[in-house]
């Protein structure tokens, strides 16, 4: 694949797209907390609000007697689950269904439910819901998973629960979840609490009798805290004055969502709703919103005044990776080929309105990555109240970790290089048909080699001087990106400037910056020259559905750019031919300009001027090309992205991670030697973005497999660890530093063959394979010291036995 579709594609030499440490457009907003995000605002007459919470992980409220909260001084109102209020609020764009505004039923500790109170302060606030008087009824609850199995225990997702995955509607069919349906089409069902489907792909039956043995394997994932940085905040007020528009004018800030979204929400025009603040705050493929952001409005009708409602961290503590147990079956050829592949694996669910992502695995599955086509995956789907998953899963799919482990094993047993078993498996560039070695894979596999000194041994084999053990793991995965979503771009020349209008949110992944790169690239401007409007009313919008979608949207941006620069030149060409200069009623005659005969064919844009290509001497400064105002507009679907049933699930940009441990068998201790990451990801755009995702990526998997753990009371449900003291993410003194080697093939088909990194580098399961190399015993994440010490003496226990 590559860039063969649009303008410049295959553009050879870049001045501003790629280039290192160009200052996000933002940043300094956000270092010297000039950034307003939605807890920060206030305005004149602002009420609060904070919302009931269940201290249950199921119950229902029965009733609530709000007087005595209602007579606290500065208590202005307890608004209640059925006041008639609710009802005003339309669909949610993002969910296409009701916002569940406000319910009587907490389907997990800590969920928004049956009252919220306005006052004065967030501190009356708390102590009006302190003063509620509630008649609570605790029902059954599920927070472990074999629980949920029970076919005898009864069923948590009451007439509620509809087959749309929203609360508040009739109970889901016994065809099974739409999702599931949709994504696992044979035989899916429901029982109670647990859903089965099932998806076929192949021969099975014949994979397994062209195997010459059966590598039978558990991967456990635990559940994965998302704690974003910024609390979810909003402030709402309303008002009939609105300079755009007649009518009824709501402005809400908090950056809660495009304001399209909003507007539709509450079913009024685009115009009449304002949100001009910018910044959402850091997320990684989180997006859902919380009722805090959206609540707000209808709070604000009710009280005539303006309202905030935020957040604390605590109730931020949602979860962006579920609880999933995998059995894995492969059937194997003696040389390490795969033949069958059999992946049964039992889900949480979470609780109602998570997202339904993590409950079957992406088009760029990675059992399809694999020259075997018999693939079959038995999904069991237990509902709980654990937590809600808000985010699209940070393993999706969850498929590449089973594929590490299963290549890992598969060479312990043949004593081959793991690597020389993923080249073996790994189909080619064109199809699971196609034998041929990926180009993209080929490099990152050689660099990569290069980058760590690679020097595979076997498990439990290799001492450090120090008396440690050493371990080692590889993996690969695509780079994949999104191609699903509508684009838009606009771009002005205006007085000599070019500028990008451009509306909020801003969500932590500079897409602004990437596209304003392309822009400047493609008209021949650097950087800086370019002016981004900032405008609640633009069209264009930095969500481009994540970091990979900005390669998709940046296509668009180039196709955009130059429809501009064509009518730019074309202005040049009309403004040198007039000879007379008018001021006012002055006419002056005008000197020749240095490029009047030629066509804007014959002419072409770099460095600041509009010159003459086969006489670069003769120019026009481009500040003063035209006194014209000329827009461009562009808009609709970049190429379809090459990793899709459409294309034959193709490969064109991949990636290599690499990872050195050390373990004291004596302690139970593991330290990360070395973390290596070799990515294609095409063309980069923003190097410092790429770079930056990279750090991230490997933080949040080195969190996942050696510290992080969420903790619930089986007995009660409630959480034991929500904060940031129990709940142990990595600091900047834990993570290690990630050698990075970055290639560009200019295999994708995004803008300048350009694909994206996205989830593709978070893993569940690197760390603990390298861990397993060096003492030969499977740990289950988080591999803890107690948990590394329990499973070696486990594991010289059995050995005990065994003689």
Not at 81 to 109: C, Q, R, Y
Not at 231 to 239: D, F, K
Not at 312 to 341: P, Q, S, W, Y
Not at 452 to 475: C, E, I, N, S, V
Request: overall charge negative; hydrophobic content about 35%; aromatic content about 8%.
């Amino acid at each position: 694949m590559a860039d063969l579709a649009g303008a410049n594609g295959n553009r050879e030499n870049f001045r501003v797209v790629g280039k290192p440490n160009l200052p996000g457009l933002t940043s300094y907003a956000m270092a010297t907390g000039v950034a307003k995000f939605g807890s920060d605002f206030t305005v004149p007459d602002m009420l609060f609000a904070k919302i009931l919470r269940s201290p249950y992980a199921h119950a229902r409220v029965l009733s609530i007697d709000s007087a005595v909260a209602l007579a606290i001084p500065g208590v202005t109102d307890v608004v209640k689950w059925d006041d008639p209020i609710f009802s005003e609020v339309g669909n949610d764009p993002m969910a296409g269904t009701k916002p569940s505004f406000l319910l009587n039923e907490a389907h997990k500790e800590g969920q928004e439910v049956g009252a919220i109170v306005i006052a004065e302060s967030e501190a009356l606030c708390e102590e009006g819901l302190r003063a509620l008087k509630i008649e609570w009824e605790e029902l059954p609850f599920i927070v472990d998973i074999e629980k949920g199995l029970d076919p005898d225990f009864p069923a948590i997702r009451g007439q509620e629960y509809d087959e749309s995955g929203t609360y508040g509607a009739p109970t889901i069919t016994k065809e099974g979840h739409p999702w599931m349906v949709q994504h696992y089409p044979e035989d899916p069902r429901k029982v109670g609490n647990v859903s089965w489907s099932t998806k076929s792909d192949g021969d099975v039956a014949k994979g397994w009798s062209e195997a010459d043995f059966v590598l039978e394997y558990d991967v456990n994932v635990h559940d994965v805290v998302s704690l974003l940085p910024n609390p979810q905040a909003s402030v709402a007020w309303w008002s009939e004055q609105n300079m755009y528009k007649h009518g009824e004018t709501l402005r809400i800030e908090g950056a809660v969502g495009r304001r399209g979204m909003i507007a539709q929400m509450y079913g009024l025009p685009a115009d009449n709703v304002i949100q001009e603040g910018l910044f959402q705050g850091g997320k990684y493929c989180d997006w859902g919103l919380r009722m805090s952001q959206e609540i707000t409005p209808l709070l604000s009708k009710k009280a005539g005044k303006p309202v905030r409602c935020c957040n604390t961290r605590e109730e931020n503590f949602d979860m962006c990776v579920n609880e999933r147990h995998a059995h894995i079956r492969l059937g194997v050829k003696k040389n390490g080929l795969i033949t069958a592949v059999e992946d049964s694996t039992v889900i949480d669910h979470g609780a109602p309105n998570s997202s339904e992502m993590t409950t079957y695995d992406r088009d760029w599955n990675g059992y399809y990555s694999l020259k075997c086509e018999n693939i079959i995956q038995r999904y069991t789907i237990v509902d709980s109240n654990r937590s809600f998953m808000y985010t699209c899963g940070q393993f999706v799919p969850y498929s590449w970790d089973m594929i590490t482990v299963g290549l890992y094993l598969i060479s312990e047993k043949l004593g081959i290089d793991p690597t020389e078993i993923a080249r073996l498996n790994l189909h080619g560039p064109d199809s699971q048909k196609d034998t041929r070695p990926v180009p993209s894979f080929e490099a990152c596999l050689e660099e990569g080699k290069k980058l760590m000194d690679w020097q595979w041994h076997k498990a439990g084999t290799k001492r450090l001087p120090d008396g440690r053990l050493h371990g080692a793991a590889f993996r690969y995965q695509m780079c994949p990106r999104h191609a699903f979503l509508q684009y838009f771009t606009k771009l002005e020349y205006r007085d000599g400037v070019v500028h990008l209008p451009t509306q909020g949110p801003i969500a932590g992944w500079f897409g602004t910056e990437c596209f304003t790169m392309i822009a400047a690239e493609e008209l021949g401007l650097n950087y800086e020259d370019i002016c981004v409007d900032y405008d609640y009313r633009a069209q264009h919008t930095d969500e481009a559905g994540g970091s990979d979608g900005v390669t998709g949207h940046g296509w668009i941006v180039k196709e955009c750019a130059n429809i501009l620069k064509k009518k730019i030149l074309d202005a040049a060409v009309r403004e040198a031919e007039i000879e007379i200069t008018r001021f006012g009623p002055v006419e002056m005659p005008k000197p020749p300009s240095p490029i009047k005969g030629y066509t804007a064919d014959e002419l072409d844009i770099a460095d600041g001027k509009v010159f003459v290509k086969s006489d670069p001497s003769r120019f026009v400064p481009f500040s003063s090309a035209t006194s014209e105002t000329i827009t461009a507009e562009y808009g609709g679907n970049s190429p379809k992205a090459a990793w899709s049933t459409e294309f034959g699930r193709k490969l064109d940009t991949m990636n290599t991670s690499w990872c050195e441990v050390a373990v004291d068998e004596e302690t139970g201790e593991v330290e990360i030697l070395k973390y290596g990451v070799v990515i294609d990801p095409g063309k980069v755009i923003r190097r410092t973005s790429l770079e930056s995702q990279i750090d991230q990526v490997v933080y949040f998997s080195q969190g996942a497999q050696l510290l992080e753990e969420y903790i619930l009371d089986p007995e009660t449900g409630v959480k034991l660890n929500a904060n940031m003291i129990d709940y142990r993410k990595p600091t900047t003194l834990d993570v290690p530093v990630v050698d990075k080697g970055v290639l560009e093939t200019r295999a994708g088909n995004g803008a300048y063959g350009a694909s994206g990194i996205a989830h593709n580098l978070a893993n569940s399961h690197m760390i603990v394979t390298a861990i397993h190399n060096a003492i030969g015993v499977w740990v289950d994440p988080p591999a803890t010291p107690d948990r590394v010490i329990k499973a070696l003496a486990n594991a010289a226990a059995e050995k005990g036995v065994q003689k």
